[in-house]
């Protein structure tokens, strides 16, 4: 019998960003709700359309979301918090995207803020964070899921829904009161699942996909139990469809016998990250269920390697037999770019040995037909091949870069003093007040400035008329920083398409694509470099623009860089060594760019590491190896400056909590971190565990539309007063403006501003 092929997800943002330019020009009131909703219903019947003609026989639906799969599945269930005013029945195009967004009402002003966003597990995806109440409730309310599935039957093309399950829901949400535990309201929300389980089931669906990622976590005995529960009842209640029980982003270890013990018709593993599992799983694999073998990376865009993944396919097949198998990818594929067809521009010899999201579906299928014996072995020798003529290429191994890392010794990785002798100095020369404001990087990039980045690049505009124009942009922000009444300023980042890709470019040993978008979290897109070689710094990046801005104010401005863990984390990197020899070769590079900022006078240089918590191993026990080499990394990149230079680092949108003696140990000056969504909730951390070096918490949210009230922040000064010392408290927003409009970033900045002079009177004097 053949062997099925098995899509977990695609990426759902259109082959030239439809989705992006759909939603953005609905939320400006440009784009009707209507054609909104067609430009979707495009997209998914170009995905799935694309699937079956690549030969997919389980094409996912409910893997399109206009936002984020969380939030979809916070309004599928009626998880819809009460501040935003839902009165029950269908949630609405408005209550969707004003959770995911908040609310800016003029008239009467109120302010609504949005759910809480942080990371997917260890990707740069970010999710919307379900709030759970003691009293919740659950209701079907949303009819995506159903409408989708029949959407697709319309088509021709019966697909398997895919729906985050219910331990996962739980587990990744937070509770909003005190006193309860959110696993508590399993018993509230397994009917409503498992009526549309049933829903589904009644509509014609065959397969459906239920997503458990938090398999892979350290789960509790309360947690195993709630699964083994969950599931149970699932299969008492639910009739008519079959489940395949997901999960994926690492190996189970512990938690494998949970898995297999829950009823389930099919069982996926990750087995890029997880191929730890495999012998387990086969020994002891459940009689009559179907495996889906996760050999196709959905986190990388390297070619597979036909000869491992048929080995692996091999083994599973000797102990399971071809008609209980699947060749799937390893998790959604919404973690790559859609096909390597639109990208002319970048070198044969490297796009030979990639696979975007398109290119893995014929993986997919070739593999199973190499398994099924219907394709020609002679395509397994042909891909070695492929494989060993770019490993050989002189351009992937740089002498010199790796002569540089032996010779690093532990004095590189300490600053000459500690922090309290260092702050004195930096005190000294920088002569800041109480409450120090600043913003923590880019300024909005206009339409006029993201025109003349496209021109230049075309070649419709020389360098010397764009360099031109950056530096007036430049000019203008000084002034506008100056005028608002910020103390520390930034140049704007008006010359950086995006954080990573503008260093990338300028680097040896990364590529850059023209269409390789992903997403990052709601129309918020990025492009991940690639890196394939090893790494080194040319020449300096950002000295010139950095100067440009310092001569221009006598206020200090921050020289800004991205770090070494974040550069590595927010591309897709090599795999021909370990992650931490590629980081260590970045931090190197940016090492080199320190040091040239400090030699122009620069006195405060910012190394953003917004992705640290992100690559956090699941497993606690792998915690400190990880946490040694990224912390170490960090340190070598800004530990060759004076004392009386400043270090800051910006991180936003993870859980810092139970890492803050890491943070600690990368000994920055200053750190900048995310926590107005949660309204300071990372503050707590700080009644029991000291933070040495001064902190800016985030005062607002800069990726809602809505402007903060000098009172709110205000308040959450107030409530870091209470945990941090006053001398030891920055002001700033949660992350950097980019995607903010000129008039809202002004609005919320001035008001910044009259918030921290409110708290230099309200302290003045105090000890």
């Known amino acids: 019998m053949a062997i099925l092929t098995n899509n977990l997800g695609f990426p759902r943002i259109g082959e030239n960003r439809e989705l992006k330019k759909a939603t953005e020009a609905f939320w400006k009131g ?46 599928v269930l009626g998880a819809v918090p009460e501040r935003f005013g839902w009165s029950g029945g269908q949630v609405g195009c408005d209550t969707y995207f004003a959770m995911a967004r908040g609310v800016q009402q003029e008239d009467p002003p109120r302010g609504v803020p949005a759910l809480e966003m ?145 009823p389930a018709d099919a069982y996926h593993f990750d087995l890029v990250r997880g191929e730890i599992d495999l012998e387990a799983v086969l020994s002891s694999f459940p009689a009559a269920a179907s495996l889906s073998l996760g050999v196709i990376n959905g986190r990388n865009i390297w070619k597979n390697n036909y000869q491992r993944s048929m080995a692996i396919i091999q083994k599973a097949r000797d102990k399971v037999g071809a008609e209980r198998l699947m060749v799937a990818p390893s998790c959604s594929l919404i973690h790559v770019p859609i096909t390597l067809a639109n990208e002319p521009f970048l070198n044969p010899e490297l796009k030979a040995v990639l696979a975007f999201a398109a290119e893995k579906l014929e993986e997919i299928a070739t593999l199973a037909g190499l398994a099924e014996g219907s394709l020609d ?48 100095k ?97 129309s918020r897109y990025v492009k991940p470099p690639i890196i394939y070689g090893d790494v080194q710094r040319p020449e300096p990046m950002t000295v010139r623009w950095i100067c440009h801005a310092q001569s221009l104010t006598a206020r200090p401005v921050k020289g800004m860089l991205t770090g070494p863990v974040t550069m590595a984390r927010w591309s897709f990197v090599r795999e021909d060594q370990p992650r931490s020899e590629t980081t260590r070769q970045i931090a190197l590079a940016i090492r080199d760019e320190v040091h040239d900022l400090e030699q122009a006078g620069i006195r405060i240089i910012q190394i953003d590491e917004p992705a640290l918590r992100e690559g956090l191993p699941f497993k606690r026990q792998a915690w400190n190896t990880y946490l040694q080499w990224a912390v170490e990394a960090f340190r070598l990149a800004c530990c060759c400056v004076r004392d009386e230079t400043q270090i800051h680092t910006h991180m936003c949108y993870s859980e810092f909590n139970d890492i803050i003696e890491a943070i600690s140990a990368m000994d920055a000056d200053v750190l900048a971190i995310e926590a107005s969504r949660s309204q300071m909730e990372l503050l707590e951390v700080f009644e029991e565990k000291t933070y040495p070096n001064q902190i800016g918490p985030g005062v607002y949210d800069v990726h809602s539309p809505r402007v903060p009230e000098v009172s709110e922040i205000v308040r959450l000064l107030e409530k870091a007063c209470e945990v941090l010392p006053r001398e030891n408290i920055w002001v700033n927003p949660d992350c950097g403006l980019k995607t903010r409009s000129d008039p809202e970033s002004r609005a919320s900045l001035r008001n910044l501003v009259d918030a921290a002079r409110v708290m230099r009177d309200r302290y003045a004097g105090k000890s």
Request: aromatic residues 10%.
């Open 30 to 75: 440009t784009l009707a709700e209507e054609e909104l909703r067609q430009c979707a219903a495009d997209i998914r019947r170009k995905n799935w359309q694309r699937q079956k003609e690549k030969g997919i026989d389980l094409i996912p639906s409910n893997d399109f979301s206009l936002y984020d799969q969380m939030l979809d599945m916070c309004c």
């Open 118 to 262: 942080t990371k997917w597990f260890d990707t740069n995806y970010h999710y919307l964070v379900p709030e759970f109440h003691r009293d919740q409730e659950f209701c079907l309310s949303f009819n995506k899921t159903l409408d989708e599935f029949a959407e697709a039957m319309k088509l021709g093309i019966k697909t398997k829904p895919v729906l985050i399950g219910p331990l996962s829901f739980l587990i990744l949400g937070k509770e909003k009161e005190a006193g309860f535990d959110r696993l508590s309201l399993l018993t509230r929300l397994l009917p409503v699942y498992t009526e549309l389980l049933n829903h589904l089931a009644a509509r014609g669906a065959e397969w459906m996909q239920i997503d458990e990622p938090c398999l892979a976590l350290d789960l509790t005995e309360a947690h195993k139990e709630a699964y083994e529960r969950a599931f149970q009842e699932i299969n008492q209640s639910v009739s008519g469809v079959k489940i395949i029980l997901t999960s994926y982003f690492g190996p189970l270890d512990n938690n494998l016998e949970l898995k297999l013990k829950l």
């Open 377 to 424: 072995p002679s395509l397994i020798e042909q891909n070695q091949q492929i494989h060993q003529a770019w490993q050989i290429r002189p351009e992937i191994t740089n002498p010199q870069v790796r002569a540089r890392l032996k010779n690093i010794t532990a004095e590189d990785l300490q600053r000459s003093h500690r922090f309290t002798e260092r702050i004195r």
């Open 426 to 522: 930096q005190r000294k020369v920088l002569s800041l007040p109480l409450f120090p404001t600043t913003t923590t990087g880019s300024f909005p990039q206009t339409r006029e400035i993201r025109a003349a980045r496209r021109r230049f690049k075309q070649g419709e505009l020389s360098r010397t008329v764009y360099e031109d124009f950056i530096q007036k942009e430049i000019q203008r922000v000084i002034e506008e920083q100056e005028e608002l009444g910020l103390d520390v300023l930034v140049h704007g980042e008006f010359e950086r398409n995006d954080m990573v890709e503008y260093f990338a470019e300028l680097f040896q040993g990364f590529a850059f694509m023209t269409n390789g978008w992903v997403q990052s979290f709601g």
